[in-house]
């Protein structure tokens, strides 16, 4: 999908009776999960983010409530696909409410929701100042890093808002975008000043040919 990836920004509450968890997600040979918890963003609508790993020794998710977060800020993330099973074949839907998962399928996990759920999930982002240990563990995906190291610094820091509604048909969760059209003004401004260095360099070799030759002794 080429929305895969973006960058964007949420709101809403988390709705922790029906977090679910990512198994057999381990950090430095520790056990442990990823949380997955639905946001809710009005209209009986939800997005499923990715808060990040924890510990887990599989004793129930009673033993993750110490993770729960409120959602006080605007949180921050990248999209991603829905998950599949190898060869994408698709995630059988359960035929009782299940909290644990071995994929984050969004069309399995649906059928358990009282709500509708975005396509895609939102991997949360770690917030600026947010301690490296802190749980749940959040970082950026590699793949992210990867196609960022690709593009150019300006495109980087640009960025411009878009509804949900308009590519996906979802609601009203907006999200961001690198801008091309600020890229473009910064790149004409580069240019600008690339051809003011090209004019100033011509302006010398011309004083430079005005000079009266010098003289040579015999």
């Known amino acids: ?8 920004q949420v709101e809403g509450t988390f709705d922790y009776d029906h977090e679910l968890v990512l198994l057999n ?3 430095s040979e520790m056990p442990g999960v990823m949380l997955a918890t639905p946001l809710l963003t009005g209209d009986n609508r939800a997005v499923l983010v990715v808060r990040g790993w924890v510990p887990y020794s599989g004793s ?12 006080d800020a605007p949180i921050v993330g990248i999209l991603q696909e829905s998950q599949n099973m190898p060869g994408g074949k698709p995630v059988p839907v359960p035929a009782t409410p299940q909290t644990e998962w071995h994929y984050l399928n ?4 649906q059928a358990q929701m009282p709500y509708e759920l975005l396509p895609m999930l939102v991997l949360q982002m770690p917030e600026d100042g947010r301690a490296m240990d802190a749980f749940p563990l959040r970082e950026e995906p590699a793949e992210l890093l990867d196609s960022q190291s690709k593009e150019t610094m300006h495109m980087s820091y640009a960025v411009q808002w878009f509804m949900f ?6 609601g009203y969760i907006q999200f961001v975008i690198f801008s091309e059209r600020r890229a473009a003004r910064i790149a004409a401004a580069e240019q600008a000043e690339a051809s003011d260095r090209h004019a100033e360099m011509d302006r010398t070799e011309m004083d430079d ?6 003289a040579h002794s015999v």
């Open 165 to 170: 509604a308009v590519i996906l048909g979802f």
């Open 1 to 8: 999908s080429e929305l895969e990836f973006r960058r964007v």
């Open 25 to 27: 997600q381990t950090r």
């Open 60 to 71: 129930g998710l009673d033993e993750l409530t110490e993770y729960r977060e409120t959602a």
């Open 106 to 109: 969004i069309p399995a996990i």
């Open 209 to 214: 040919a005005d000079l009266p030759p010098m």
